[in-house]
């Protein structure tokens, strides 16, 4: 033993205390232990009532019992396994659990032991697994889209539903969210366009887009689509009007009359002085694509042919021209050249311009005696001709006596020039004039005139007051003393290029009316061309061509025109050479009665309706219109009524409602079928179901439209009475009726 501290000393009595109780252990081990000699000691009935005797190598010993620790007989405490942690001891999403001797584990909530038991110990390999709350098709709700979480769950609405009254995600057992139907309702209108067809307003919904007539696409999206805000996207189409700009120009043809640049406009045109277009009238179209259409003719220059040069009357010359259908006026180009019997070279005279047309003209030049001369003949600009040429020589002087003979030649359409044969300067002569003239194209219209006229000049001229497109023969007297001499010429005038109709108006839709600028009381012969088109009918095309007499100064005339139709009237005074366009519109009437197959309805589902398309008659069919109406109302309605309102926008359901709008371009060529109450949109009408027990009557109106008039027709589609469903809604109902019944059962068990 060592020493104590230094200042201190140990008493006996403590030494033999200790060693005292060295004894006493030795003898109890020695007990234990069982040596031979030693007392038998019972060591199982010392052991802890927590601790277990065991005999292990001939001994007997006190063992703790699991889950406790100590040394068996006098300690044997409860050992805390969950002292490491729920996570070391019982696993993931666990809380463990102590117990005198054991423990036990407990899943946390949303888990699930594996062993299906509520607690377990994991020395069997039970974990806690994640319950699929989700399994549950119910747990969110109507709409609701259940997702699972690591011990828990989700709720999101699903697509087409939007959350309303709570926040999203939600959880059921403590959120108020209810998931509603996205409904974005009617879609938003575009500036001169239209929804084709129906359409739904669910999410992911569309509705196309199309521009109206005498409208073109120039930009943007024709779809507009339901998105999951519950609102349309904002349509991109841009309708703009359609407008082909100016006419193309078409060379050598001038554009005639008045014209726009608006669908189905028409320009007309006219080839230019001695050009001529073959293959028929040339014109050009607005079409829907905002572009003129392609012209298919063109004016093409007309050569004109002089044969059959001959001489009459020593110095007058006459000829021919072809092709025939040359019939304006020609200027003439004569050029005149003489040659003197002891000249080497021709010596330019004079060049003659000569006007008229004549198929076979000619003229008389003022040509000295016994002379040769060579003339050439050609088509003055903008015509052309291969120039005839011709030389001759007049006769000498002793050959000329004055015998009173002379020649007539014509200068500037109505003037003539009488050229005597004689080249001595005589005494006054008197001439007497007689003029008679009869238009081709009117059998009963003369013009007759007599004067006379002296004169010394050898070559006098006279000019007459003839009129326009007249056919005259003017016989020509020299009064003598002796044998009178007399010639004749036949002279036909031009028609004139001054404009002889004014103040040209229409009345009574087809009625024309204008001011005639001719000579009073003198008759005249009008020629119409009337050429009609429909814009909404690309086959039709109405043409009359036909010419009426009048000497009013205001005449007018009423004409025989198709309703519904764009017309383009051409006037022309045949002693003119410049005709009036002028353009007119006839309104339009009611469209044909719509084609329908009557029903009456009672008591069981609607059946299917088929809608026919018909035919464009008297203007464009515009839309088609399911009515519905309290069948009380039916003999007093109007067809024509304006009035009537959407479903949700009636006041109330005695007035009716329009159940559908679709436009004539979405119905097909055959047929199309259409279900009253099928809950969707068409155009920007609500197809509502039927209220059952009413009593209705469904119409369909035809609507035509255009040039800012509307006309209707209707008939009478069928007449409901006890109103029931289709088969459709009945399925709806029938739902409903099970979710009442449900919803009184619960609250009669409540009540119990």
Known sequence: MGRGPRGTRRSPGCGLQRLLRLVLLLSLARGVSGEPGTEDVDVCATCHEHATCQQKEGKRICICNYGFWGNGRTRCVDKDECQFGATVICGNHTSCHNTPGGFYCICHEGYRATNNNETFIPNDGTFCADIDECEDSGLCRHGGRCVNTPGSFACYCMEGYVAKNGPEPFHPRTDATSCTEIDCGIPPEVPEGYVVGSYSSTLGGQAHYSCKEGFLSVSGDRISRCTALGVWEPPKLHCQEISCGSPPEIQNAILVGNHSSRQGSVAHYDCQEGFESPGGKITSVCTEKGAWSEITYACTEIMIEIHDVL?????????????????????????????????????????????????????????????????????????????????????????LEDDGLFNISVFNETCLTLSRHSRQVGSEQMYQVEVLGQRWYLESSYHAALFNFTTRDRAPEVCLDLYPATDYTINITLLRPTEPRSAQITITTSVTAKQTIANISVYNDTCLRWSSLKTADVLEMYLFHIWGQRWYQKAFVQEMVFNTTSSSQDPEICLDLHQGTSYNVSLQALSSALPVVIYLTTQITEPPLPEVDFFTVRGRPLPRFTLRKVKEINGPISSYQVLVLPLSLQSTFSCDSEGMTSFFGNTSPADGYVAAEILASDVPDDTLEISIGDRLYYGEYYNAPLKTGNEYCILLRITSEWNKVRRYSCAVWAEVKDSSLTAQQMVGVGLGSVAFVTILAFFSFSAV
């Open 311 to 399: 001489v009459f009357n020593d110095t007058c010359v006459r000829w021919q021209i072809s092709p025939e259908r040359v019939n304006a006026r020609i200027v003439y180009l004569i050029r005149v050249e003489r040659q003197q019997p002891d000249a080497a070279e021709s010596v330019y005279e004079e060049t003659v311009n000569v006007t008229t047309d004549s198929r076979t003209p000619e003229v008389c030049l003022h040509l000295q005696q016994g002379t040769n001369y060579t003339i050439s003949i050609s088509a003055a600009p903008p015509r052309r001709s291969v120039p005839a040429i011709l030389g001759f020589q007049t006769p000498e002087d002793d050959l």
